[in-house]
């Protein structure tokens, strides 16, 4: 079975700085996209950033220029980089793998809490 473990979040002020970090258990095959979405509450999840084929990366827009997508292949981990932490970026953070095609099967962390609050 595999497990996507997150860590890295926590209470900060507003702009500071955080970086996730989401790490396979085992070795995941045919990824085709790596991503981390979050969920504040009493909202819909929402795609942050993401990885796709080709290497290309999308971003919610309200996060564009201050948040990076990165993965290291060799550590199966994917991580976020979050610098100048807004109050609405407050959130649960989520991973996810998407693995396969016909069918895609969607692998999900566990969540992280990001809380931005002076």
């Known amino acids: 079975q595999v497990q996507l473990v997150e860590s890295g979040g926590g209470l900060v002020q507003p702009g500071r700085s955080l970086r996730l970090s989401c790490a396979a258990s085992?070795?995941?095959?045919?990824?085709?996209?790596i991503g981390w979405y979050r969920q504040a509450p009493g909202k819909e999840r929402e795609l942050v950033a993401e990885i796709t084929g080709g290497s290309n990366t999308n971003y919610l827009d309200s996060v564009k220029g201050r948040f990076a997508i990165s993965r290291d292949n060799a550590k199966n981990t994917v991580y976020l980089q979050m610098n100048s932490l807004k109050p609405e970026d407050t959130a649960v953070y989520y991973c996810r793998f998407a693995a396969g095609m016909r069918p895609t099967y969607h692998y999900w962390g566990q969540g992280t809490q990001v809380t931005v609050s002076s």
């Open positions: 085992g070795r995941i095959f045919d990824i085709n996209a």
